[in-house]
């Protein structure tokens, strides 16, 4: 049996991954429905998947905020809690992760690994170059979009699917958070 891969992404209206600027974390519009469904979706027995760029994005994140912030959401803690696969050819281990293990190599080939051998599901949030090479490669079962109520023409960051190759999506659910936020799954094939 092969496990379930999840790109989970955050994203502008106009598909960027983040913003510059004085754009505040989730874009300044997070609510209590947003951050009880991240939770539950991370409560779930999985495993997470990384690119060593967007681990060590995470690990800079978490170490510079407290206990208050927005970085260490209840659904933030819990992510950095599952057990952790990192895909790096830069990064050895042991990581300051509670649960991580490095695995260098081509993510393609590793998580095509992964896939087979895995007992849980599989799950990757961010990891923008890392989830596109894997969508090409016909590794991604789903691509689960949050996406939040701006544009950030000018400041926006981090294209998301910029580069990728050209997708159907079958939508498999959506739901309204917050009034403003939405959550969108997809089955993506490539065209």
Same mark, same amino acid.
């Given at each position: 049996?092969?496990?379930t891969? %999840?790109?989970?992404?955050?994203?502008?209206?106009?598909g960027?991954?983040?913003a510059?600027? #004085?754009?505040?974390?989730?874009?300044g519009?997070?609510g209590?429905?947003l951050? #009880? +469904?991240?939770?539950?979706l991370?409560?779930?027995?999985?495993r997470?998947?990384f *690119?060593?760029n967007?681990?060590?994005?995470?690990? +800079?994140?978490?170490?510079?905020?407290?206990?208050?912030s927005?970085?260490r959401?209840p659904?933030?803690?819990?992510?950095?809690?599952?057990?952790?696969?990192?895909?790096?050819?830069?990064?050895?281990g042991?990581?300051?992760?509670?649960?991580? %293990?490095?695995v260098? *190599? #081509?993510?393609?080939?590793?998580?095509a690994?992964?896939?087979?051998?895995?007992g849980?599901p599989? =799950?990757?949030h *961010?990891?923008?170059s890392?989830? +596109?090479?894997?969508?090409?490669?016909?590794?991604?079962?789903?691509?689960?979009v949050?996406?939040?109520?701006?544009?950030?023409? =000018?400041?926006g960051?981090?294209?998301?699917?910029? *580069?990728?190759?050209?997708?159907?999506?079958?939508l498999?659910e959506?739901?309204?958070?917050?009034?403003?936020?939405q959550e969108?799954?997809?089955?993506p094939t490539?065209?």
């Amino acid at each position: 049996m092969t496990a379930t891969y %999840t790109f989970d992404v955050f994203t502008s209206l106009d598909g960027y991954g983040a913003a510059g600027g #004085d754009w505040t974390g989730y874009w300044g519009k997070q609510g209590p429905e947003l951050l #009880d +469904r991240r939770l539950a979706l991370y409560g779930a027995e999985q495993r997470m998947v990384f *690119g060593a760029n967007t681990f060590r994005a995470f690990q +800079r994140m978490l170490a510079s905020s407290t206990e208050e912030s927005d970085v260490r959401d209840p659904w933030v803690t819990r992510m950095r809690n599952l057990p952790t696969t990192v895909v790096s050819t830069t990064l050895q281990g042991p990581l300051e992760w509670p649960d991580a %293990t490095v695995v260098s *190599g #081509d993510a393609v080939d590793v998580v095509a690994r992964l896939k087979e051998e895995s007992g849980v599901p599989l =799950r990757s949030h *961010g990891c923008l170059s890392m989830n +596109r090479a894997l969508m090409a490669a016909g590794l991604v079962d789903l691509v689960q979009v949050t996406l939040f109520p701006v544009i950030t023409g =000018r400041t926006g960051l981090d294209p998301v699917f910029r *580069g990728a190759p050209d997708f159907d999506l079958e939508l498999l659910e959506s739901r309204t958070l917050d009034g403003r936020i939405q959550e969108l799954i997809y089955r993506p094939t490539l065209h």
